[in-house]
C-alpha cells in the first residue's frame, strides 16, 4: 500500500487586487454571489487548510481584512497585474508553500485544494499549477517559499506573466477537465448572474 506524502504547511493567497474593468471598475471580490461576497466563499474554502490567509487587495482594504489575517498590496502603481500581488503574497508567507487562487473562482472545492497539495508535495521546491484542457491557469497555483529570489529576479528584469515566470522554474502540471466547472472566473456581470441561476436550479 502506498503511504500518501504528508502534505507539508501552506500558506494561502486570495487574488482580489484588480481593476475589475470587466466589472465596470467594480471591486469583484466584494461582489455578492450566493447571498455571500465572492471573497467569502473563498475564505470559507481555504480557511481551514492555513494558520496564514493572505489577502491582496488595492482597495476597500477594511472590508478585505475582515476575510484575512494579513492583506498586502501592490507597490506599484496602476494595478500593474496578477503577479504584483503573487509576488507580494510570496514575499509576506511564513510558510514553506502558498496557495495562490484568484477570488472570483467561487465554485472551487476541497478535493481539488487537497490534490494540487498533494502533487505538490511529490514534487518539493517546484511550482505546481491547474491545467485546464490544453489551456494553463497559472493563477491557481501552488508555489514554493523558495521561489521567491527568482520570481523577484524575474520582476526586475520586466517579467509580468504569471505563466511564463513559472513554466521557467519547472512547474508541474494539474490536469483538469476542458470547462471544468470548479475554475470557473466569475469575472463578469453576465457570468455572476449566470453562475447565480445555476446554483438557484441546483438547490
Given at each position: 500500500?502506498?503511504?500518501?506524502?504528508?502534505?507539508?504547511?501552506?500558506?494561502?493567497?486570495?487574488?482580489?487586487?484588480?481593476?475589475?474593468?470587466?466589472?465596470?471598475?467594480?471591486?469583484?471580490?466584494?461582489?455578492?454571489?450566493?447571498?455571500?461576497?465572492?471573497?467569502?466563499?473563498?475564505?470559507?474554502?481555504?480557511?481551514?487548510?492555513?494558520?496564514?490567509?493572505?489577502?491582496?487587495?488595492?482597495?476597500?482594504?477594511?472590508?478585505?481584512?475582515?476575510?484575512?489575517?494579513?492583506?498586502?498590496?501592490?507597490?506599484?502603481?496602476?494595478?500593474?497585474?496578477?503577479?504584483?500581488?503573487?509576488?507580494?503574497?510570496?514575499?509576506?508567507?511564513?510558510?514553506?508553500?502558498?496557495?495562490?487562487?484568484?477570488?472570483?473562482?467561487?465554485?472551487?472545492?476541497?478535493?481539488?485544494?487537497?490534490?494540487?497539495?498533494?502533487?505538490?508535495?511529490?514534487?518539493?521546491?517546484?511550482?505546481?499549477?491547474?491545467?485546464?484542457?490544453?489551456?494553463?491557469?497559472?493563477?491557481?497555483?501552488?508555489?514554493?517559499?523558495?521561489?521567491?529570489?527568482?520570481?523577484?529576479?524575474?520582476?526586475?528584469?520586466?517579467?509580468?506573466?504569471?505563466?511564463?515566470?513559472?513554466?521557467?522554474?519547472?512547474?508541474?502540471?494539474?490536469?483538469?477537465?476542458?470547462?471544468?466547472?470548479?475554475?470557473?472566473?466569475l469575472n463578469t456581470p453576465q457570468l455572476?448572474?449566470?453562475?447565480?441561476?445555476?446554483?438557484?436550479?441546483?438547490?
Open positions: 500500500m502506498t503511504v500518501p506524502t504528508a502534505l507539508p504547511p501552506c500558506s494561502v493567497l486570495l487574488l482580489a487586487g484588480g481593476r475589475g474593468q470587466r466589472m465596470g471598475g467594480r471591486d469583484k471580490g466584494l461582489l455578492e454571489w450566493r447571498g455571500k461576497p465572492l471573497i467569502a466563499h473563498l475564505h470559507a474554502l481555504t480557511r481551514p487548510l492555513t494558520d496564514e490567509l493572505i489577502v491582496s487587495c488595492n482597495r476597500n482594504t477594511e472590508r478585505y481584512a475582515a476575510y484575512a489575517d494579513r492583506l498586502v498590496h501592490d507597490d506599484s502603481p496602476d494595478f500593474p497585474g496578477p503577479l504584483a500581488g503573487i509576488r507580494a503574497g510570496l514575499a509576506a508567507a511564513r510558510n514553506p508553500w502558498l496557495l495562490v487562487l484568484p477570488c472570483d473562482a467561487p465554485r472551487l472545492d476541497a478535493g481539488l485544494l487537497y490534490s494540487m497539495r498533494q502533487n505538490a508535495a511529490d514534487h518539493p521546491g517546484r511550482p505546481l499549477l491547474l491545467r485546464q484542457g490544453e489551456q494553463w491557469e497559472p493563477l491557481f497555483c501552488l508555489l514554493p517559499k523558495s521561489l521567491e529570489p527568482a520570481l523577484e529576479r524575474a520582476w526586475q528584469d520586466g517579467e509580468r506573466s504569471p505563466r511564463r515566470v513559472l513554466l521557467a522554474h519547472k512547474a508541474t502540471a494539474l490536469q483538469c477537465p476542458s470547462e471544468d466547472p470548479r475554475l470557473a472566473n455572476l448572474a449566470e453562475g447565480e441561476n445555476e446554483a438557484s436550479h441546483h438547490n
